[in-house]
């Protein structure tokens, strides 16, 4: 049905209106998550066309720099939450249409076997439900459906060191906390935990300069805020809809959830804002 919805969309004439007249003064951030490599090749050659694809850092200098030459029209930034296995696969099309990619990664995953829980097979609730318990409770009872936090299973959900290495001559890596819980829900030690610790982990680790955080879910207090400007970093990005502009908060920046599949339609209204439009006018989530 939704596939439907989004052929009309886009041919409607819509996607290019807001392209036009919206997204030419502004800068879009999309959130992806993993990708086949046919799909970041159709996605990123898709982008190319129709957007200015520029890197997060050049945004957060320009920012902070009040700097509005180093923006182009319709600029465009390319994320990916959480560090998934598949991520690897994309590096070829990275590298051939050299397309600034910003990756988070969840430091306490990575290189290891243990998994994404909202990822865990046999969860017995929907993952909105685990979302509104206290981080403690989340964790008892997700491990009652066979998840622990801490335990290494066959088979990893994340890209191994080496992999992340590899990718990061390439790509932007930055953080999603150590375990992706939903901070709001977590007691101060824990928050202040998965916030400083992922970036000390990666820049100790792996070398990187973190100064990013993308907040898993994209929930976020203003306790949570406040220990991510604590910890050192120059920007938080959230998946609250919209676009951003020279003017925006550092610590609020906003971000178009898009699909990860190869449906070109449902890409071309995604990105351009339409989706969490006609969203938002319904008075729902834009996912
Ligand atoms: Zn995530």
Redesign the pocket.
């Given at each position: 049905m939704n596939k439907i919805i989004f052929k009309i969309l886009r041919f409607s004439g819509l996607p290019w209106l807001f392209r036009q007249i919206i997204q030419n003064n502004k800068v879009t951030i999309l959130m992806f998550h993993e990708v086949s490599k046919e799909t970041a090749e159709q996605t990123f050659s898709y982008l190319h066309k129709k957007y200015n694809l520029i890197n997060l850092n050049d945004f957060i200098n320009a920012i902070v720099n009040n700097d509005k030459t180093k923006i182009p029209k319709k600029a465009l930034i390319i994320t990916f939450?959480?560090g998934l296995l598949q991520n690897y696969e994309m590096l070829p099309i990275i590298k051939k249409y050299k397309t600034p990619v910003t990756l988070f990664l969840c430091s306490s995953i990575i290189n290891t076997n243990r998994h994404y829980w909202y990822k865990h097979q046999g969860l017995s609730k929907p993952l909105a439900y685990y979302k509104t318990l206290p981080n403690q409770k989340r964790l008892s009872e997700l491990a009652k459906d066979g998840f622990i936090q801490d335990k290494e299973y066959g088979k990893p959900h994340a890209m191994s060191k080496n992999q992340i290495i590899d990718m990061s001559q390439f790509v932007n890596m930055q953080a999603?906390t150590k375990f992706?819980p939903c901070l709001p829900m977590c007691g101060d030690d824990v928050a202040k935990e998965e916030i400083y610790g992922a970036k000390q982990f990666l820049e100790k680790e792996y070398g990187f300069h973190i100064n990013a955080i993308a907040y898993?879910?994209g929930d976020y207090s203003e306790r949570d805020i406040s220990l991510t400007k604590e910890a050192g970093y120059q920007c938080a990005i959230t998946v609250d809809g919209g676009y951003n502009t020279l003017n925006s908060d550092l610590f609020h920046l906003k971000r178009f959830s898009t699909n990860d599949t190869a449906d070109i339609n449902e890409l071309i209204v995604k990105s351009s804002g339409l989706w969490y439009f006609l969203k938002s006018l319904a008075g729902k989530k834009q996912n």
């Open positions: 939450d959480d999603h992706h898993p879910n």
